[in-house]
Structure formats: C-alpha cells, structure tokens
C-alpha cells in the first residue's frame, strides 16, 4: 500500500542573530528538502512539503495537512533552542507516524553534556568536559590538555570557529566561553581537544536492525597548513574554506577492517545509548594510541545531497530513494505497534 508523506521543515529563521550567523544551515535544510521530495517522486509516493517557523504552527498544520506519514526535516525552530525536539511529540499526539529521531532522542542528543553523560554510563568514550552556564566564568575544575569551547545545544558546527581550539586557559579561553555565552545565549561546553583522525560514523535502521554504513574520515590534508585540524562552522557551509572543495570527506575512510569494525560497534553501541531511531551519524576521534572517543551523537542528521549520511549512502550501493523508503516504512511500522 503506498501512504502519502507530508515533508515538514522548517522556514529560514526570523531571528536577525541566526540568520546573521548561522543561516547557511537553513539553506542546507532546503536542499534536503528537495532530495527527499525527488526520491519520494521517483517512487511515486503522494507528497506534500509544508513548512513551520514555531512550534505553536504544527498543530494547525497537523490538523489540515494531507500525509499519513511526517518526513521530519525541521532541524531548528524560532522561539526555543528545544522547541524543534517536540516535533515528533505532536506528530504522535495526532496520530501520525514520524520518522526520525523520537522527542526524548532528539532532547538528549542536542544536549551535549546530558549525552555526554549517558554514553558514558553506557561504556562508550567520550572527552572529557565541563559546562559554563551563561554569566559565568571557567572555573579551576577544567578538564586536562588542550581545549574546546563550543555551545552546549547546537548542531551543525554553529558556533565553531578557529578560535574555539584553546591552548591558553586564561584570557583566551574566559574569551572564547563568553563569546558562546554571547552569541548563542546558551551554556558553553569546554572538552578535552582530542588531536588526531575524525571519523563519522553513518548508521540507517532496516526493520529494527541497525546498519553501520561505510566509515568516512575527515581528509585534513586537504585543509590549508594554518588550519586546525577540526571542521568549522565556514569548513561545513561556505564554499571556498577549502579550495576547489564541498566537503573535506574520504569515503570509505583508509583503515584496515578490523578498525573499521570497531568503530562501527562503537557507532552502534552510541547509537543504542541514545536510543536512536531510522538514521544519525556518529562523529569520532581517534587519538595517537587509537583510543576512541565520542563527539556527538547526530539524530536526524543533514540528508541533503552533499552530506555525510547520503555520501555513506552511495558507497554502501543503496540508492537514496530506497533509503527514503524505509524511513517511512520505519515510521509506519512504529504507529501500528
């Protein structure tokens, strides 16, 4: 039976500061827009794109709209840094299957200290770290080495810039702290800097059973000599960061297979950690011992042409329209439970 698919996203951003800031992730949230409304018109499935700008929208949206089935692309929303983590919620309270991440996945992911801590009690790696509430200044309770500053509750490398790699704790870092403070508005995260190779993990459920897609690694020999080996927010979203390339991705990474299969057990055990669902991309490093650590966990990471998952897609052979498919047949195997 084919179910018609109601495709929501979110508008670009009313917010000046945001769209001053961060509005390249809007476009990006466009382009998957329109490539998974091209894989549901390459099936033939009924569809139909609407998009929200609030929270306080989705209800009348729900209660009017066409689509047994929400593709839920709605990545951030004006009003509350959490508010787009309610998605699936409402969806659910209108009786309507939604793909993706559930409402309790989507809160601890984008809460990176709350994520940090349950991958930790689940024996996965993670950096260690420290959270700077807004207003306030970094304390003598700092973890050890080099370090990172970064917002507590974005996605998307917003709030990442060159200047977020710290090696002197005083005025650089009390710096770096208040300009998230500033910019975002939010807690700043302060990690351990783990030098070393970056691999993503891109991960896609089939009827329940998790699959590891093909390892990507981060090719930081393409990045200028001056660069720091981390991608930034302008590395991510503005062409032109590094010449004569989108992203600075090699996939499948060069790694010998038994590495590759631990750190795709190490994906998946993240993954059940945070109690994932469909898709998410699980980012990595590995330092000079081969140690492992967990960045983030990404639910409902970026599905747009260039992007990790897609790309991880394409290596692994499976045609995007099939993986489109299965999300929503993922969905609505989880409203009839």
């Known amino acids: 039976m084919t179910h018609d698919v109601l495709v929501l996203h979110n508008l670009p951003s009313e917010e000046a500061l945001f769209r001053r800031q961060c509005g390249d992730s809007d476009t990006s949230v466009m382009n998957a827009v329109r490539h998974v409304a091209d ?37 951030r929303l004006d009003g509350g840094v959490n508010d787009c983590n309610c998605v699936p919620a409402v969806c659910q309270a209108f009786g309507r299957a939604c793909t993706g991440g559930s409402t309790a996945c989507l809160f601890l992911t984008l809460d990176k200290a709350l994520a940090k801590t349950r991958l930790a009690a689940h024996g996965v790696q993670v950096p260690p ?14 973890p050890p080495g080099a370090l990172f500053v970064k917002p507590l509750c974005s996605d998307g490398s917003e709030g990442i810039d060159t200047g977020s790699l710290v090696l002197d704790r005083g005025a650089p870092l009390a710096a770096a702290v208040e300009q998230v403070h500033r910019r975002f508005g939010q807690p700043a995260l302060i990690e351990t800097y783990i030098d070393g190779r970056e691999f993503n993990l891109a991960l896609m459920e089939r009827y329940g059973t998790i699959i590891a897609l093909p390892v990507a690694e981060i090719d930081f020999s393409l990045f200028p000599p001056d660069r720091p080996h981390f991608v930034d927010y302008s590395i991510k979203w503005q062409p032109g960061a590094i010449a004569g390339r989108v992203s600075p991705r090699r996939i499948p990474a060069l790694v010998d297979e038994a590495t590759a299969v631990r750190l795709q057990t190490i994906a998946r055990r993240a993954w059940q950690a945070c109690d994932c669902r469909d898709y998410a991309r699980v980012d990595t490093r590995m330092d000079a011992s081969g140690a492992v650590y967990v960045l983030e966990v990404n639910s409902n990471c970026d599905l747009s042409p260039m992007a990790g998952l897609p790309a991880a897609l394409t290596a692994a052979g499976i045609a995007f329209e099939d993986f489109v498919e299965q999300m929503v047949e993922n969905a609505l195997g989880r409203c009839s439970d």
């Open 39 to 75: 894989a549901l018109e390459k099936r033939g499935t009924p569809h139909w794109i609407v998009g929200i700008r609030r929270l306080a929208e989705l209800p009348d949206v729900l209660a009017s709209a066409p689509g047994s089935v929400v593709f839920n692309l709605v990545e």
């Open 129 to 142: 770290g420290v959270v700077v509430p807004v207003g306030e200044s970094p304390q003598d309770t700092l």
